[in-house]
């Protein structure tokens, strides 16, 4: 092969990827459910199909996220901050302390508002074992960027009235992890003190798609069956996709960012975002660890598996180590 003749894509045939043997019996089942069957994304202008669209896959995952949500005794305190809605909410037994986890919720940038968002939070607090703020950040299709970034600042600019930037640690998942890291940069950006830690779990990063799991992982990520990438334009409404307060993975990172947990699977689409965003902040002298679990798919096994325990495991121990000064 001469310097002229190189590739610039690679063929693969067409084949069967069993579940493999390597994880959990539970982890197994989950796989072998095979793909979400979510509906589809309408076309970009027609903001009626979107809104029932979204109103559609909300329905789909409520019950889930609610039943979860059932069996963990906590209080919540639903809150409007400078007009952003936020579920405080206090799981039975967590200290009373001053220390709060900032939970931004996932959903593509465009679903998971509501009571969705009050269910994954109680979920969260119970994880991190801790009083957690929910942001209930507006969303396209009548909420575009910048408004959801603008919401998470609202909601952090009003917890450090009466927490120390010590005592609070930001994190979130898929989308929320998007918040959770452009939140950081603005925080930084507008001379804001940044939080104890940050935690982004099968994070949206790069809302470009420009990584390598985006082809290599399309079709067996059974849970982002698809490119998100008429989401992403959405919600950028827009704007720039690289901009790094769309698609953190582009920051940088050299002036200052917190110590950071990075998450994924093997499977997830997300995968490439996770793991360059890791490299991202070690060449900048960040503090970052990377978990990956073996063939978990976008968001793992659904807290299913001795694989989701074990991480909860891990995300907890460095949360709890933020804290200890």
């Known amino acids: 092969?001469?310097?002229?003749?190189?590739?610039?894509?690679?063929?693969?045939?067409?084949?069967?990827?069993?579940?493999?043997?390597?994880?959990?019996?539970?982890?197994?089942?989950?796989?072998?459910?095979?793909?979400?069957?979510?509906?589809?994304?309408?076309?970009?202008?027609?903001?009626?199909?979107?809104?029932?669209?979204?109103?559609?896959?909300d329905a789909a995952i409520r019950p889930h996220l609610a039943a979860r949500a059932s069996r963990i005794v906590a209080e919540v305190e639903d809150i409007n901050v400078d007009g952003v809605g936020v579920f405080v909410i206090t799981p039975r037994g967590a200290p009373d302390d001053g220390r709060v986890f900032l939970d931004l919720h996932g959903g593509g940038l465009i679903m998971g508002g509501g009571d969705c968002c009050r269910a994954m939070g109680i979920s969260t607090a119970d994880r991190v074992h801790a009083r957690t703020w929910a942001v209930d950040y507006r969303m396209p299709p009548d909420y575009p960027y910048p408004t959801p970034l603008d919401d998470c600042v609202v909601a952090y600019r009003g917890l450090l009235r009466d927490h120390r930037p010590e005592d609070i640690v930001v994190g979130g998942g898929s989308a929320g992890a998007n918040l959770a890291a452009a939140l950081v940069l603005r925080a930084r950006d507008e001379g804001l003190p940044l939080p104890a830690g940050v935690v982004l779990l099968t994070p949206e990063l790069d809302l470009t798609e420009s990584g390598d799991s985006f082809q290599t992982n399309l079709g067996v990520d059974t849970v982002l069956t698809e490119s998100l990438m008429p989401a992403n334009l959405l919600y950028a409404a827009g704007h720039d996709l690289s901009d790094p307060y769309l698609s953190p993975l582009f920051g940088d990172f050299s002036t200052g960012f917190p110590p950071t947990l990075l998450a994924t699977g093997t499977r997830d689409l997300f995968l490439s975002n996770t793991v360059r965003m890791h490299r991202a902040l070690r060449a900048a002298g960040v503090s970052a660890e990377l978990h990956v679990l073996e063939a978990a798919p976008h968001g793992g096994f659904f807290a299913s598996a001795p694989e989701d325990r074990e991480l909860e495991r891990e995300v907890r121990r460095f949360i709890d180590a933020q804290w200890t000064y």
Do not use: K
């Not at 579940?19 to 019996?25: D, F, L, R, T």
């Open 1 to 57: 092969m001469t310097g002229t003749d190189i590739r610039l894509s690679l063929h693969v045939p067409a084949r069967d990827i069993p579940v493999p043997g390597s994880v959990s019996a539970q982890a197994q089942a989950v796989l072998a459910m095979g793909p979400m069957d979510l509906p589809g994304y309408p076309p970009l202008e027609d903001i009626a199909a979107w809104r029932a669209m979204i109103a559609a896959r």
